[in-house]
């Protein structure tokens, strides 16, 4: 167990954040599965600037790395490309 003030307040901390960063990431992950699921190239491309940005938040606070971030918005355009 932790011996000092600080260590204990990190501890509570570092859960907070875990906490928060999960359900950032949760949420992103549940945007772009609704993203995939449109049929409409009209409402994807309309919903898609919304889902990029979660992703740019979620690299902005390293929750993801930028490569995985641009690896899924490359393949969100190539889906919305070809939907008619």
Known sequence: MAN?????????????VRLRNKVQHKATRNAIKKLREL?????????FPTVVSMLDKLVKNNIIHAN?????????SKTIASLK
């Not at 995985?68 to 969100?76: E, I, Q, R, V």
């Open 4 to 16: 000092h003030k600080s260590a204990l307040k990190r501890i509570r901390r570092n859960e907070a």
């Open 68 to 76: 995985k971030s641009a690896n899924l918005k490359s393949k969100l």
């Open 39 to 47: 049929t409409s190239k009209k409402e994807a491309t309309k919903f």
